[in-house]
């Protein structure tokens, strides 16, 4: 039987102060482009968890030097990359798109496979263009081959991205490593997660990559270097929500030490999401405190950019007094898991009132009462059942383990938030 976690009841205002580990797109960002890199380097406070630890196995498979340094960090040595070598992506999203770029610069045959729900979520757009760029790749999704011969050409390609920002930052994050570098046009609907994209452009640059993406939906990388990294990992602003959220649900309040001042993480959006509930939000030297209010108040939002954060803004939302709408995120749908299905499965079974619109979710506030609550293997689906717990007793999380693709002791975390608060 599947392990079931009871989710803790708070009995009052939880009140804390959360550290959250390293952003989980900021080190996998930093894993790649250090093995692609002309000299060895250092990312401080980098995130260790499950996506962050495959993506360095999938990097030491391929020859390159992924070890400990001292307090926790990372030293990256890059060296030939060489097959035959297999990949395994686990569910990350990052890995699937952000190595086989890597892989065809690579000699020698490398095998490419992942989780069961991996095997259905969308690739196909960057194998394509790996071909057409060159590569020797077979396949569609994983599992998948790609034949490396060491070089890859390079040069202009056009991609559907409608369906995942990462098809676009896995050709840019090693495009600088092809002969001709990559020109890389999106045509389709419009690319969700753009923060993603601009936060893949901003590491190249402070790596000493041309980039030009002045044109919309557009984005030129010359060949060249990549230089060294020596990065300090910014806590990963998304995982930190669920932390918020419990401040926002209890009327409560909670700081994330290390909160930047200026940032390319979506999570940053948390804020403004947050203080239109009515939460009270103030950063400061310390960090971000958020303030939950009394009640919080539904919300209507298009969260086509920062897609991630909708697990904790439902939760919230169910939660909230009035009905809230959640608009531009069908491309949920190829995440972890089909998150607006779950997330309409979840809330319905704890007695909400849900409906899916093409691109997004409709939640009607209802009394609610505990029960399951199914994680489908999504870490960001369990820790909303983490946050819908707070409020409703005898809320069941199933699988709360998967927390450990993105936290490495979310279950711990969370008890150490409510130590300080009445907990039941
Ligand atoms: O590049 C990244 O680090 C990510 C991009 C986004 O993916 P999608 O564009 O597929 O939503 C985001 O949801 C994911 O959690 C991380
Ligand atoms: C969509 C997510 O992950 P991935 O990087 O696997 O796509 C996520 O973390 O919410």
Redesign the pocket.
């Known amino acids: 039987m599947t392990q079931l976690w009871p989710a803790p009841t708070a009995a009052g205002a939880v009140r804390a102060t959360v550290p959250v580990p390293g952003s ?2 900021i080190t ?2 930093a894993l790649v482009l250090a093995a692609l890199a002309d000299g060895p380097s250092t990312l401080r406070a980098p995130l260790r968890s499950r996506d962050t630890e495959l993506m360095a196995g999938a990097l030491r498979a391929l020859g390159v030097a992924v070890e400990d340094g001292p307090d926790g960090s990372w030293q990256v040595t890059p060296a030939p990359l060489r097959g035959p070598a297999e990949v395994d992506c686990g569910l990350a ?2 890995v699937m ?2 190595v086989p770029p890597i892989a065809a610069l690579a000699t020698g045959r490398i095998t490419f496979d992942g989780d069961p729900h991996a095997r259905k979520r969308p690739l196909g757009a960057v194998l394509d263009a790996l071909r057409a760029l060159g590569a020797d790749v077979d396949g569609d999704a994983l599992p998948f081959q790609v034949h490396g011969t060491g070089k890859v050409p390079g040069g202009a390609v056009t991609i559907d991205a409608s ?4 098809f676009v ?1 896995g050709l840019l994050l090693s495009a600088a490593r092809f002969e001709q570098g990559v020109v890389v046009r999106h045509s389709g609907e419009a ?3 753009l923060p ?2 601009e ?2 452009v901003s590491m190249l640059r402070a790596a000493g990559v041309e980039v030009d993406d002045h044109e919309p939906d557009t984005w030129r990388v010359a060949p060249g270097p990549i230089r060294a990294l020596d990065v300090d990992v910014e806590p990963d602003l ?1 995982n930190a929500t669920p932390f918020l959220a419990a401040a926002a649900a209890t009327g409560g309040t909670v700081t994330i030490p290390g909160w930047p001042s200026s940032t390319t993480q ?1 999570g940053d959006a948390i804020r403004d999401i947050l203080a239109q509930m009515g939460a009270q939000v103030r950063r400061t030297d310390e960090g971000l405190t958020v303030t939950g209010p009394a009640e919080l108040r539904a919300v209507d939002l298009d969260l086509h950019d920062v ?2 954060l909708t697990p904790t803004v439902a939760a919230l939302a169910a939660l909230a007094t009035g009905r809230s709408q959640l608009r531009g995120i069908a ?2 749908r ?2 972890e898991t089909d998150r607006l299905a779950a997330l309409q499965a979840e809330l319905t079974g704890l007695g909400g009132a849900v409906e899916q619109t093409e691109d997004g979710l409709v939640i009607e506030p209802r009394p609610l009462h505990g029960g399951t609550w199914h994680s489908y293997a999504d870490h960001r689906m369990a820790t909303a059942g983490a946050i819908l717990g707070l409020a409703v007793p005898g809320v069941q999380v199933e699988d709360i383990a998967t927390t450990g693709k993105t936290i490495p002791d979310f279950p711990g975390m969370w008890a150490e938030m409510l130590r300080g608060s009445e907990a039941v």
Do not use: D
């Open positions: 989980k797109s996998n960002r999203g990052t798109r952000f369906a995942s920002s990462q930052s690319v969700p997660s993603h994209i936060m893949t998304s979506a897609g991630e491309h949920l190829g995440h």
